[in-house]
């Protein structure tokens, strides 16, 4: 996961470490502004690109399309614009597109660029980004044979690592984890102290957990170096901070949090009336679900803790940045969910995000650690086969879902789930911030 996330900007990280100048800025003009998927400064009037490109960069992705496209007739020349338009369509999640306008800015670049000179900054940076979105279209083949291709110039030790973590990232959501880890430990320097780059010592541990427990054919030999490798690791995070314990260490930690894996409402009076809400709201739920779904309103997941070739995740997220969203924040497309997002907010408990997630019969979630544990999750079972085939592991701890029943847990901890079932598992999952937030240290992370 977190080399999913590293992955997310690494074409920016490259773009400066490659280029020398940046784009000339203009002053804000916060008169003109666009809100929720319908954009006020759909004007005609022409626009400096300049003031087209800082303007974008403040909205949200479907805002900087709409801004981006009223001034396409003005700009549709200038590698600059379609650069931008193809950044807006990624964070849109609109990977076809954001390829089709990477592809564009680089072959208009290409007519400017000397025959001598193929491989300037500006160009490797253009095929980085078309690279990522090819990860994210589930494409990685091809992602792998552009990256090598890029690979294969003589590039600065700083470039060069961040576009073999790239192809590590596409290895690894593609399943092949072995090779994933020999990319990735190609950028680490000899004898690196994991607690002077958390980040990067956090990817490396997640790589060797996820060899370690999902290779068969491996020597025992390897297998242990490997381990006491990750132990090693977990150790020294902990050591350094701000983690507390080697199984809990997401991107973003607070000290001074008490929580466990799975938490039991009656000791949370808080969001205590979440739980009956979401029962109530039930069928409903289940019913928009059916709509979406039948709508191809649902998206596949990108994060690349989806084991490769098993299964599939489908997922809506009702207050995502990506979807078309009301003056609250909220999908238009799913009035229930955001209507009992409401609800649960007008209870006192203070809600984060909320959507739906459905896994095809035989989907792995891989262990993954989430973002932070600033947050709780709930979980209601919208659709669940009978039995126990569908469940959810946080640390040492396993429960199955139930039609209708909720489960209520820390996913800051190491978690994994299983569809083990013959049908599709569907959960409205509801995300809140944890109660005692107010009272803990400053965020820490990496």
Known sequence: QVLVVMA????????????????????????KTCVRGSCDTAENSVLLLSTVLERAERLDPLDAVVLLLNQRGTHESEPDFWEALGDAY???????????????????????????????????ALRAAMAEDLI????????????????SINLSPGPRNVLLRMEASALECKGEDVLALQRFEMTLPR????????????????????ITTTTESMPA????????????????????????RPHQLPRFYHRGLPSSEFLDPSQHPQCQNAIQLLSAWMAQLAAEYERLRDDLLLTAEDECIHRAGRGGWLRYEATANWVVRDRDGCSIDSPVACALLSAVRASGCPVVRGGYSALAPHTWLQAHHGLTNAQWKYHLGLVVPPGSCATLRVGQHTRAWQQGGVLFFDDSFEHEVFNNCTQTRVVFQLVVAHPALAHADQPAGH
């Not at 390829?99 to 300037?120: D, G, I, M, Q, R």
């Not at 004898?191 to 996820?210: E, F, I, K, N």
């Not at 390897?222 to 983690?243: F, H, N, S, Y």
């Open 191 to 210: 004898g690196m102290d994991p607690a002077s780059d958390p980040s990067t010592a956090r990817a490396h541990l997640d790589l060797l957990q996820r």
């Open 221 to 244: 030999s390897v297998r242990d170096a490997m381990q006491r490798r990750a132990k090693e690791i977990a150790t020294a995070l902990v050591a350094k901070g701000p983690w507390e």
């Open 136 to 151: 994210r279209d589930f494409r990685y083949d091809e992602a792998i044979a552009l990256l090598q291709s890029l690979l």
């Open 8 to 31: 997310a900007w690494s074409s920016a990280v490259l773009f400066l470490l490659l280029c020398q100048s940046a784009r000339p800025q203009q002053a804000h003009d916060s008169s």
């Open 90 to 124: 990624a964070r849109a999640r609109k990977y076809k597109l954001a390829l089709f306008a990477h592809e564009s800015a680089l072959n208009l670049t290409l007519k400017s660029v000397s025959s001598s000179s193929p491989h300037t900054s500006q160009l490797v």
